[in-house]
């Protein structure tokens, strides 16, 4: 990865006007969604927190449960399971891979414990996972995206002033940093700028979509800046709590989840301090043109989207602290 900086002034003043992102607005206006379809539900011993599609199975990881890692058919039938534990063929703290898989098929790739890239084949028999040791720990992370030599994702402590890092062994970190404007109107601190991250590597395209601000930030795979995407024309920015601290609770929450396709990204949106509203789905071409905007029946937590774009499944709180598992149509 080529990062130059360049410090001769007429250089810049040269290629200024190339190397500034594009800013545009999208008007909040949704159709809905038809009404979604219960695949099934699961009571409180269950509480799903990770969701992913291929060809022929719905993947669901489970933080309540000794059985972390679910795949059910097309029938809603449990086909394979992996338990807890850090035994071969176990997840510690597993999390789907977020960056748009090349193999297809019934492949998925999972983190687990920082640690472990693991590549997950589902087939007749029991799942084949094949395991491989990142580095000998990352940072603590949420939205990981692997291509063939990086490694992008959102720290959970954040880094102030930065939207996600890229990573590799021979490089080390690189932090990403977010839009100037952006920068000089938000709280400084870490977690204003938390965000959800998913990276297309043919379309060489990555998609940040942030939870305190209403904003959508398309980079290049070298992370720069190409475009910044309000979602409204008023600016949602994070309440302050103290000398550059967030007020996570009472903090509007934006963009809360992110699933990426081979033609779009889907970047899920609530709009309330409380998850109390109805979510909405903002799609794009991984190019940043705005496709759709859809409105669901109830609040979503997760969703994921069958890779030639025919449906959503979804993950939605119960009032008993289930989960349902909701099909919607696109």
């Given at each position: 990865m080529k990062r130059i900086v360049y410090l001769v002034l007429s250089s810049c003043l040269l290629f200024s006007c190339n190397n500034l992102p594009k800013y545009n607005t999208i008007a909040p206006e949704d159709k809905p969604?038809?009404?979604?379809?219960?695949l099934f539900s699961k009571d409180s011993n269950s509480y799903f927190y990770d969701i992913k599609i291929t060809d022929d199975y719905l993947l669901l990881l489970d933080e309540s449960n000794d059985t972390v890692f679910r795949a059910y058919d097309a029938d809603n039938v449990l086909r394979f399971s992996t338990l807890k534990g850090a035994l071969a063929g176990q997840f510690v703290k597993p999390q789907f891979t977020k960056s748009v898989i090349k193999q297809g098929g019934?492949?998925?790739?999972?983190?687990?414990?920082?640690?472990?890239?693991?590549?997950?084949?589902?087939?007749?028999?029991?799942?084949?996972?094949e395991s491989t040791l990142i580095t000998n720990g990352l940072l603590s992370s949420k939205n990981y995206n692997i291509t063939d030599n990086e490694?992008?994702?959102?720290?959970?402590?954040?880094?102030?002033?930065?939207?996600f890092y890229i990573y590799n062994n021979q490089d080390g970190y690189y932090w990403v940093d977010t839009d100037s404007v952006l920068k000089s109107e938000i709280?400084?601190?870490?977690?204003?700028?938390?965000?959800n991250l998913c990276v297309n590597e043919d379309a060489n395209r990555i998609v940040s979509a942030m939870r305190f601000v209403n904003l959508v930030l398309f980079y290049d795979l070298e992370g720069s800046l190409t475009q910044v995407t309000s979602f409204g024309k008023s600016k949602i920015l994070p309440l302050p709590k103290g000398e550059n601290q967030v007020d996570v609770i009472n903090s509007t929450k934006c963009f809360i989840d992110i699933y990426g396709t081979p033609k779009y990204v889907y970047c899920l949106y609530n709009g309330a301090s409380d998850f109390s509203k109805a979510s909405t789905i903002v799609v794009f071409k991984w190019d940043g043109t705005h496709i759709s905007t859809l409105k669901s029946d109830r609040f979503l937590r997760?969703?994921?989207?069958?890779?030639?774009?025919?449906?959503?499944v979804?993950?939605?709180?119960?009032?008993?602290?289930?989960?349902?598992v909701v099909k919607y149509k696109l």
């Open positions: 969604l038809d009404a979604g379809v219960i019934n492949v998925s790739r999972i983190v687990d414990n920082d640690l472990y890239s693991s590549v997950v084949t589902l087939n007749s028999g029991d799942p084949l996972i490694i992008y994702a959102i720290p959970l402590s954040g880094k102030k002033g930065y939207q709280i400084d601190s870490p977690v204003a700028l938390l965000s997760n969703i994921a989207v069958d890779k030639d774009d025919n449906y959503v979804a993950l939605a709180s119960r009032s008993d602290g289930g989960t349902d």
